[in-house]
């Protein structure tokens, strides 16, 4: 039976669509089970056991994945249940289940304990790798040490200063993880002054898609605090990147950058302005472009 059949029948058999669910939870069919028990919950069904369950598929898609949304989720879950659930027995086990989940969460594993081991190795060797530092710095859990995470990074970039990928991780980290968007984006800002080919630890074309997704974390910064000129700015920089590489990126790339810009001309009231020059120097026309995008 598939996902849309089951679907359909969710709200008229709740124990024959919850087995399902349980089913696919224990196959490791995530999604799918969330997919039957969430609509479950919209039907109106809120049974203890299908809240646990609920907890227990983004518990195990938190740990699978990483997500810090589905952490968040977990969390969130295992909480409504030891708050308001009317069984005890179930309390008990969302209370076991959610002590063990963050101790899971925050713990290193296996391969995170020889990530610092090895860490020390090479503060000590020579001569020293700045790709080896950025591969210890993107397999560990930034959740679990943001600056271990952070200080690998910062290793790879002072052997190779212009290293595109470890300085965009690092904008990454401190937005993202520390909620500093000041220290982002100061990163963000030294990744687009670099010239894709001038970094050669990575494929010219890995750089390429990494200013362009430094430039759009840019340009949603400078939108957020309604700097609409540097939006602006931002996206002539981001088109002219796009140009001299349209043979490795496509327009949706910048589609975000693109939405700003038309947000950002609109406030300042510089539409007219911004297609005469994007059709003068880029040779587009900047309606046919939002056509395409459907924005």
């Known amino acids: 039976m598939n996902t849309l059949i089951i679907q359909n029948k969710i709200g008229f058999n709740f124990k024959r669509s919850f087995r399902k669910a349980k089913h696919f939870y224990r196959k490791n069919r995530l999604h799918d089970a969330l997919t039957i028990l969430t609509n479950l919950r919209h039907h109106g069904y809120n049974d203890p ?76 060797s020579k001569p020293l790798s700045p790709k080896a530092w950025y591969m210890l710095a993107a397999n560990f859990s930034v959740r679990k040490d943001p600056f271990f995470v952070i200080d690998a990074y910062k290793n790879a970039v002072s052997l190779n200063e212009k290293y595109i990928s470890a300085l965009y991780r690092l904008g990454y980290v401190y937005q993202y993880n520390l909620n500093d968007r000041n220290e982002a984006l100061g990163y963000y800002l030294r990744v687009i002054k670099i010239l894709p080919y001038e970094d050669s630890i990575e494929s010219e074309s890995t750089n390429v898609k990494t200013i362009l997704e430094a ?30 590489y349209s043979d490795i990126c496509t327009i949706d790339s910048i589609r975000r950058i693109i939405s700003n810009a038309y947000t950002a001309a609109d406030e300042l009231n510089r539409i007219s302005a911004l297609k005469k020059h994007i059709k003068e120097n880029f040779g587009y026309d900047l309606d046919i472009i939002l056509e395409e995008l459907r924005l």
């Open 215 to 244: 430039c759009t974390e840019i340009s949603e910064i400078y939108a957020s605090e309604e700097k609409y000129s540097k939006v602006i700015s931002v996206f002539d920089h981001a088109f002219k990147t796009f140009m001299a």
């Open 49 to 124: 056991e299908l809240m646990l369950l609920i907890a227990r598929v983004y518990d195990r898609l938190t740990i699978l994945t990483s997500d810090a949304e589905y952490e968040e989720l977990t969390l969130e879950t295992y909480n409504d249940i030891i708050r308001y659930s009317s069984s005890r027995r179930v309390i008990k086990k969302a209370l076991k289940l959610q002590n063990l989940f963050i101790k899971n969460i925050y713990a290193l594993n296996e391969n995170e304990q020889k990530a610092q081991s090895k860490a020390e190795e090479l503060k000590n």
